[in-house]
């Protein structure tokens, strides 16, 4: 079923979930195909459609996965650019990067619990990245992603845009048997979520960042 919301709406309360994803409840693999029908109408460069979708269920590979995932977590929460570590002269930003760093440890403790994990792949070449212009290679990925998570979204499902399991990409790449010329791009955990709904999230004001015709 699918909810009732505005675009704004669907584009302003998709949000990463971590601490209020359903580790109890299973989520249908067709309702996983549905968003994935959605995310291949997504644009990518010169139409090549290079991108592959990894949907990992088992258990046992989860299990690896979330032990990778939460190996890589640890090291990024000791790490000087850890998300509870910025803004530390900034009150009101501190007190919500402390709260983003205690829902990234959150996950990362339980991801291997989370029913779905999609891991959004990109065929390349031989396998390694070229030099250069890495937003025109990524950007025929991550659009498709971000539609992925919209479509759950309207379809009842949270989900969270992580990336920190490329620091064992090819640990994570051995574990699925993927070929060398096929790169992750993210790991997105899929569930359905508790609570209520979601709310717009405090952002710095756009004239902060607005530039007009120069810097």
């Given at each position: ?12 309360t ?24 959605v995310?291949?109408q997504?644009?990518s ?6 991108w592959?979708?990894?949907?990992v269920?088992?258990v046992?590979?989860?299990?690896e996965?979330?032990?990778?995932y ?10 000087e650019?850890?998300a ?11 007190v919500v990067?402390q709260?983003?760093?205690?829902s ?11 029913p ?10 031989e ?19 971000w539609?992925?998570m ?66």
């Amino acid at each position: 079923m699918i909810m009732d919301l505005s675009t704004d709406e669907l584009l302003t309360t998709t949000r990463s979930v971590r601490r209020r994803l359903d580790l109890s409840r299973p989520v249908p693999i067709e309702l996983v195909h549905e968003c994935l029908e959605v995310a291949l109408q997504a644009p990518s460069g010169s139409n090549r459609q290079g991108w592959h979708w990894i949907v990992v269920t088992d258990v046992g590979l989860r299990g690896e996965i979330g032990a990778l995932y939460r190996r890589a977590v640890q090291r990024y929460l000791a790490s000087e650019g850890a998300a509870d570590r910025l803004f530390p002269d900034d009150p009101h930003r501190s007190v919500v990067q402390q709260r983003v760093g205690e829902s990234v440890a959150y996950l990362g403790d339980r991801m291997a619990d989370v029913p779905v994990l999609l891991i959004p792949c990109l065929t390349v070449g031989e396998g390694n990245l070229p030099a250069g212009n890495q937003a025109g290679l990524w950007g025929s990925l991550l659009p498709a992603a971000w539609s992925y998570m919209l479509a759950a979204r309207a379809r009842g499902l949270g989900t969270a845009w992580t990336t920190l399991h490329l620091t064992y990409e090819r640990e994570v790449a051995d574990v699925l048997g993927l070929p060398t010329q096929v790169r992750q791009g993210a790991l997105i955990p899929t569930a359905y979520y508790t609570g209520a709904g979601f709310r717009p999230a405090r952002r710095e004001p756009l004239e902060s960042v607005l530039h007009h015709d120069r810097w």
